[in-house]
């Protein structure tokens, strides 16, 4: 098989993954079945309902608790005139009267988990869609550069063609054919090299999106009218991650309440109900009241571990608040620099086509070498290959920009789609529910449908 049929048949194939489906494709319809069909966003959404079982089970421990036992055993040597073996049966039941508020602060502090994780969620929601905004824009990029290598060989078969019959008429020399031969081989491996970049954009596209990317629509960027210093302060109240480390440091400050509770008096009710194999019943119950005395410093390096970890918590923020300040001037920064070469890049485009129309009609007059039409027509390759890519990078640092301050959501693009709402398993969930409940069994119900 010859090097050109071989491109021939690579270009078919790309041809083909890239028109399937044929039909359009906005960047909505992509962000959209990216939103729905992600497997990160489902993972995430996983975690966080375990983190809303967490303030279940906080809930829990202030309610009763009651079990059933029932016991068999037997005594060596055996009485006269008893069983030989002995039945019991019993309920039993405790409930905290108080603990000095532990429960309710533990409580307190799950919840506050559970924001936090709910701003992760939001976050995650961002790079899922910013990654499938990067992967139709580079799809998009890859494409057209295909075209432009594609045009890029037919022209220099042309000129190459031209220089063959210029030089059997004497016009020209055999360098200058030879000249055409190479960049026509040059101009053939681009074009290989270009087919593979886009057969690898196309397989991002499939991770990103969830499905193989159908006939992508041109894109403008993303309206961004906020100032870099208006960006800035919104981002640093508002971006999920700042937001997430505000939470872990509140749930930190809990805990260290909770640990000096344990200084304190407890103070716990039980009752027992129990029965042997002859009926006979007996019933107790009491109230304990107990606190620590000595437990060799415990006590105290448990309160001093949950300081150290709410310092850690607001060093993190402090850190957190630094880079989401640097994450928006570097999106403001390569948006600034995308614009540029996109307005640079035209003009580039304008002027080398001129040129290049100009020198290849010079040619033709003897004016011009075959070096200099194929210099003008790789100037104007350069210049549509940095059109083409400045359009695409503006595009991707406008999204890039919502991303870093924290509005790359569903919402705030209105994507049409379904929105996972975090609050609805949690209020499920918040009352520690039994199985036996209305709402256990509509639990019960919600976790088959996921499940599915």
Known sequence: MTLRSTLTSFATAIGLLVAAPASAETLNDALVHAYEHSGLLQQNRALLRAADEDVALAVAATMPVINWSISASQQEPRAAGSDLISLNAAISGSLTLYDGGANQLAIEAQKELVLGTRQS??????????????????????????????????????????AEDRFEVGEVTRTDVSLAEARLASARSLLASAQGTLARSVEEYRVAVGRAPGNLRPVSPAPVSRTIGDAKAFATRNHPTVLEARHSVTAAELNIRRAETAFGPNLSASAQFGANQDLDTGREFGLTLSGPIYQGGALTAQVRQFMARRDAARAALHITNHNIEQGVGNAYSFLEVARASSEASNQQTRAATVAFRGIREEATLGARTTLDVLNAEQELLDAQANTISAQADEVVASYSVLSAMGLLTAEHLRLPVQQYDPAAYYNLVKDAPTITSEQGQALDRVLRALGK
């Open 121 to 162: 969620l939001r976050n995650v929601e961002q790079q899922v869609l910013l990654r499938a905004v990067e992967a139709y824009m580079n799809v998009r990029r890859n494409s057209e550069f295909v075209a432009l290598r594609q045009n890029n060989v037919r022209l220099i078969t042309q000129e190459l063609r031209a």
